[in-house]
């Protein structure tokens, strides 16, 4: 047998046998009851969150689906300070998918979850009929804890505070905008899709004056900055010749009309903390491997509110906006 | 840092010429360069910037996006069409809008992209909605070379390209804006070359740079259009030289007059200019939309109030439009300039500082 058949999703012996042969074993999962029953949650809080997944190209340059919904929801339960410990995943898989491809799939997100120390502990899996799905769809929820004392929200955001960006911007969205349009770079460009909650962790015992976290995945990191100044209402000030971005991740935008700002990235943070902890927390990322590009890219002022201007190299100032929709490329 | 020293050659030279100067920017990614930049924030502000119709997107009549909707409802039919394309409004719909109603129309990054659909759905007709100016003409006509090669019985291209020197040409007979200076398109001249810009300097004495899109680019281009200016000596040079020849790209200018010939062509808001389009030779026609999809729209008129046509002539600036950032905003645009990225209101909501009280 070598594609999903409809069978696969029917809840008799043909999905028991392929949950028993492809998943069970991948995840290490005990029992097969509908709910996983775990341990060690015994903090003040707890962080709970659901995202799915739906890229296409399900394989591109620097990752996969599969890895991509593990890291997803680590990053997002990480952005709030939690240390994610269980994950949850629901399938939903188009009639004819190979099976291969799911294998390939399943061992990515095995491996991802061992790399981001978390549990993949539930399972759920659907087959829907040729032509009403885009192979494969993955949903993950998960939980994580966090430590009582530390809050993170835009609401401590305050003028004056700093703003640091972890590693280079652009890399997973023109990395599947390449594969998805059949472009190749030389060198090529990969996916940066990474977990942050290592870094975090790092970060989050190095200070507590980390006031606001956030992953800039869809809408790239002029959208996240602009999410922080529209909550806080102040106003945060960019400076374009501090903005990490690759010359590669430069060169693909130049050619499809896209500013890098807006493009998506799936394995780096912004944060924003007080001005007298930033330098010891940026040497502090920069020994986490994933944290060793971090950069101080601009600062909280009071006014305008609400608003995100960059400072461009020629000594000029710009807003800088959310879109309205996708960026789509430019004709000439 | 050499830019230092070219905003000092051009605060000198302002000093020396006794008027403000008018420096008009032709290309929509200038536009959207000098906002991006902030040029305006670093050279004097007796030098004022306007936009001029340089964005393909924009001066694609309303008619043509119609006919277009109507070909993709079509049976069978698929219209293929770049990005910025698919938000423009058409009398009804747009392609957005058409889309969502069942037409089936495809977003390519590249007109060969167009043609390996065709390739691949034999029992499809494949349009592809030609727009651009003469950087993306040449593709296209290779694209023809590819498809007549391959056989590519049920490919087919509808043609709104347009030429920029006789826009300008237009722009300067009809006298209605005084220019002081053109910074030129350096995209458009890597392929069509100097020449055909050298009658702006010559038959109009209006000083021309081909300017390229960093900003160090812009503000060297704008500071020889000053030397010109202040020295009155009006020529047509390259900033860009670095990208443009005076020749331009003879390859991609041959292949393009072997499918191509111009005619005239109404660009929205202006109106019909001569000889400013492009259209398949007759002897191509089994390759042309137009002529093979028997398709008849009403005349198209513009929304009413839109100043599209009079920002894209450089007469007003968006945001002396009454609908400017009111009723047209990019994410529900009246008119055909907020809606390209590249278009002037699109680029002055999006980057101007008008939520922050300027006016300029």
């Known amino acids: ?101 799911l294998k390939k799939i399943l061992a990515s997100m095995a491996a991802a979850a061992e790399k981001a120390h978390v549990k ?7 087959v829907v009929n040729k032509g009403k799905g885009d192979g494969i769809f993955i949903n993950t929820a998960g939980i994580g804890v966090i430590e009582k004392e530390t809050d993170i929200s835009p609401s401590r955001i305050k003028p004056g505070d700093k703003v640091i960006v972890s590693g280079p911007i652009g890399n997973h969205g023109i990395s599947i905008i390449g594969e998805r349009n059949g472009l190749t770079f030389e060198p090529p460009i990969l996916s940066d899709t990474a977990p ?15 006031h606001v976290m956030r992953d800039p995945t869809r809408g790239g990191l002029a959208t996240t900055l602009k999410e922080f100044a529209t909550d806080s209402g102040y106003c945060i000030v960019i400076e374009e010749d501090l903005i990490p971005v690759p010359p590669g991740v430069r060169g693909a935008c130049q050619l499809l009309g896209l500013d890098p700002l807006y493009v998506a990235n799936e394995g780096i943070l912004v944060a924003i903390s007080s001005p007298d902890v930033v330098d010891s927390l940026i040497k502090v990322m920069r020994k986490n491997p994933l944290g060793k590009e971090t950069k101080l890219i601009g600062e909280v002022q009071e006014e305008p509110s609400g608003m995100v201007l960059l400072k461009t190299s020629i000594g000029g100032t710009r807003i800088v906006e959310m879109l309205s929709g996708d960026q789509l490329p430019r004709i000439c | 840092m050499k830019d230092k020293k070219i905003l000092t050659r051009i605060k000198e030279l302002r000093d020396s010429i006794d008027k403000p100067v008018k420096l008009m920017e032709v290309c929509g990614t200038h536009t959207v360069a000098i906002f991006k930049q902030g040029i ?79 390739l691949n759905n034999k029992d499809n007709k494949i349009i592809f909605f030609a727009t651009g100016f003469e950087t993306t003409s040449p593709s296209i006509a290779g694209t023809l070379y590819e498809a007549e090669k391959a056989g590519a019985e049920n490919f087919y291209i509808y043609s709104t390209h347009k030429l920029v020197p006789p826009a300008l040409k237009a ?75 005076k020749e331009g790209n003879k390859k991609a200018l ?72 009111r009723t047209c905003t990019p994410e529900r645009p009246v008119g055909a300039c907020m809606v390209s990225s590249e278009g002037s209101c699109a680029a002055y909501y999006k980057y101007g500082k008008f939520a922050l009280g300027f006016t300029k």
């Open chain 2, 171 to 245: 722009l300067l007979d009809s006298g209605e804006v005084r220019i002081d200076g053109l910074i030129l398109p350096g995209h458009v001249c890597t392929i069509a070359g100097c020449t055909p810009y050298e009658f702006l300097a010559s038959d109009y004495g209006v000083p021309s740079v081909i300017t390229g899109f960093e900003g160090e680019d812009i503000l060297q281009g704008i500071m020889m259009l000053l030397e010109q200016i202040a020295a009155n000596k009006p020529s047509t040079e390259i900033q860009y030289v670095r990208a443009v020849t």
């Open chain 2, 254 to 325: 041959s292949i393009l007059n072997e499918y191509f010939e111009p005619c005239d062509a109404n660009w929205r808001g202006i109106g019909v200019i001569p000889q400013s389009g492009l259209r398949l030779k007759k002897k191509y026609s089994r390759w042309d939309a137009a002529k093979q999809f028997a398709i008849d729209v009403p005349e198209a008129r513009e929304p009413k109030a839109c100043q599209c046509g009079l920002v894209l002539r450089g007469i007003k600036i968006p945001t002396d439009c009454p609908l400017f950032g």
């Open chain 2, 40 to 118: 305006r924030d670093v050279i004097p502000k007796e030098i004022s910037l306007l936009s001029g119709p340089g964005c393909p997107v924009c001066v694609t009549a309303i008619k043509d996006v119609d006919v277009a909707v109507a070909i993709a409802k079509m049976n069978g039919n698929i219209l293929c069409t770049f990005g910025d394309m698919m938000r423009v409004p058409g009398s009804k719909q747009s392609f957005f809008q058409a889309q969502a109603e069942g037409a089936n129309i495809r977003i390519v990054y590249s007109p060969m992209d167009a043609l390996k659909l065709a």
């Open chain 1, 120 to 126: 993949i502990v539930a399972g759920d899996t659907k």
């Open chain 1, 1 to 101: 047998m070598d594609r999903i058949l409809l069978g696969h999703g029917s809840g008799g012996t043909m999905m028991h046998q392929l949950i028993k042969e492809h998943f069970a074993p991948r995840f290490e999962m005990k029992s097969l009851n509908d709910s996983a029953v775990v341990e060690g949650i015994n903090h003040g809080k707890i962080a709970l969150t659901t995202d799915s997944y739906v890229v296409s190209p399900i394989f591109f340059p620097g990752g996969d689906i599969g890895e991509l919904s593990v890291y997803g929801t680590v990053n997002d339960l990480s952005m709030v300070g939690a240390m994610p410990l269980y994950i949850t995943v629901g399938f939903i898989l188009e009639e004819g998918f190979p099976i291969d491809d």
């Open chain 1, 196 to 210: 942050l909650n290592m870094l975090v962790r790092d970060m989050l015992n190095a200070t507590g004056k980390i």
